[in-house]
């Protein structure tokens, strides 16, 4: 059962204040992967203080590396419940989990961080971890 | 920000995987352990001789990727569980 909204609200601006694309619906989601080309990030946000409480901190941290994706979106798992589940299903076999991100290159699933590798760690760990996965995927080739 | 539970236990909302002393391999939320049992929310089980595949293979792929959440809460009597550590102990 979906929480309060006026609860979730902050968790969401916690996002789309760094300029995250919040997308509410499977129509939006559809929209967003069609267009596959470079690097996107989606972000299954969660309303879980254990995980996510360090997760949307570290996607903060990690914006401001050097390398970053070209789009970045999230969806809110246990809020908007079609989004979240037409985000999933562009991860393949991968199970659901919340928080967890997934970041495409031209439309392949490249680097997955599940909840596990967010639930007990720190926002400074979860952002090492992105921001490796960005400078791998992300990054402009050198001479370019 | 974050909505906060209602325990200090210090593996409280972590992923865990809980060895036992029968054939199951237990991965789930942990809620928190208690002396006399362990609660998880949301797990999965390999079962020895059950499940397809061996149990590092089993527990390889839950490491990389996660695992299907097919028994939404758990009790395990505490004198079932050998162990219980971070899922992430187990990434390589």
């Not at chain 1, 570290?58 to 914006?63: G, H």
């Not at chain 2, 609660?39 to 527990?59: N, Q």
Request: with cysteine; proline share 7%.
């Amino acid at each position: 059962m979906p929480y309060d909204p006026a609860l979730v609200a902050p968790m969401r601006e916690e996002l789309t204040r760094l300029g995250v694309q919040e997308l509410l619906t499977a129509d939006e989601v559809e929209q967003w992967f069609a267009d596959s080309d470079g690097t996107s990030l989606m972000i299954i946000n969660s309303v879980c203080g254990c995980a996510a409480g360090q997760a949307r901190p570290s996607v903060a941290l990690a914006l401001q590396h050097a390398a970053t994706p070209n789009r970045i979106a999230t969806v809110f798992a246990g809020q908007d419940l079609e989004a979240t589940q037409a985000a999933r299903a562009h991860f393949g076999d991968i199970p659901p989990s919340s928080p967890s991100m997934a970041l495409f290159k031209d439309g392949e699933l490249v680097h997955f961080l599940p909840r596990h590798r967010i639930d007990s760690q720190s926002a400074e760990a979860i952002a090492s971890d992105l921001t490796a996965a960005f400078d791998r995927y992300c990054a402009a080739p050198s001479g370019a | 920000m974050g909505l906060f539970h209602d325990t200090s236990d210090p593996l409280h909302g972590v992923t865990v995987v809980i060895e036992t002393t029968g054939p199951e391999l237990w991965v789930g939320r942990c809620n928190r352990v208690e002396p006399d049992r362990v609660l998880l929310f949301e797990s999965d089980c390999y079962v020895d001789g059950r499940t397809s595949g061996s149990k590092d293979e089993w527990l390889k792929r839950v490491a990389m990727v996660g695992f299907h959440p097919r028994h939404p809460r758990l009790e395990l009597a505490r004198d079932q569980v050998t162990s219980v550590r971070p899922l992430l102990d187990y990434a390589t």
